[in-house]
């Protein structure tokens, strides 16, 4: 079975481009999560889908950071216009419903903006 | 206040040897936990739930203490495939986890 796919793995990019990543859970899996984990820190949720609707982005920085899970499977986060301080490992997880036995992440997105 | 607190180390052990590390939780209301892995410039993978009862897998256990707000894990016979870091990971509800820092496992020959 595939696990979490996440692309692309590295990103480098000027500060004020966007970016965007992408990332396909594991078949079945109804709960898709976004986190960024900083240097040295654990991950931080950014967004938690249910299907395709979006159920606790409370702490997605909505000014520059968007996603969308359109049909309840693959989903982006995308960034415009980047800042020098969004430079992390962006984690893509899924689970099937519930967290009782964890979740699986993805290889991640590391980003760095210069 | 953070709602996980772990020391992050490094932790430096001796192959063969014990080691032991507690992280601390905010919400008392917590209802499930989780140790995750993760190795270096690598992503997170589940080492083991945290049931009430405390448990056991191999050579690793884990306890939780609910009066105090802590739960531990205990590696024995360290190998040096041990050395990664260490997640302490909370339920906060609502189908969220907190993560903590982590603590840093060294294993040395």
């Known amino acids: 079975e595939a696990g979490v796919v996440q692309s692309p793995r590295y990103k480098i990019i000027e500060k004020k481009q966007p970016v965007a990543f992408w990332c396909n859970p594991i078949?079945?899996?109804?709960?898709l999560y976004w986190y960024r984990q900083n240097l040295g820190q654990g991950p931080e949720l950014l967004i938690r889908?249910?299907?395709?609707?979006?159920?606790?982005d409370s702490q997605l920085p909505k000014d520059r950071f968007s996603a969308e899970r359109l049909k309840g499977v693959d989903s982006t986060l995308k960034i415009q216009p980047a800042e020098l301080g969004d430079s992390a490992v962006y984690l893509c997880?899924?689970?099937?419903?519930?967290?009782?036995?964890?979740?699986?992440f993805g290889s991640g997105t590391r980003l760095t903006v210069v | 206040r953070k709602e996980v607190e772990q020391d992050p180390g490094p932790f430096n052990v001796p192959e063969g040897a014990t080691v032991a590390f507690n992280c601390t939780y905010s919400?008392?209301?917590?209802?499930?936990f989780f140790w995750y892995r993760q190795d270096c410039r690598k992503e997170p993978k589940l080492l083991m739930s945290?049931?009430?009862s405390g448990n056991e897998d191999g050579r690793f256990t884990a306890q939780l203490n609910r009066a105090s707000q802590y739960i531990s894990l205990l590696i024995r016979d360290s190998k040096l495939s041990d050395s990664a870091t260490y997640l302490c990971?909370?339920?906060?509800?609502?189908?969220?986890?907190?993560f903590g820092k982590g603590n840093q496992v060294v294993v040395i020959p």
């Open positions: 078949s079945g899996h109804n709960t």
């Open positions: 889908y249910e299907n395709e609707e979006a159920v606790d």
């Open positions: 997880a899924s689970s099937p419903g519930g967290i009782d036995y964890g979740y699986t």
């Open positions: 919400n008392s209301a917590s209802q499930s």
């Open positions: 990971v909370v339920n906060e509800g609502n189908n969220r986890l907190a």
């Open positions: 945290v049931y009430s």
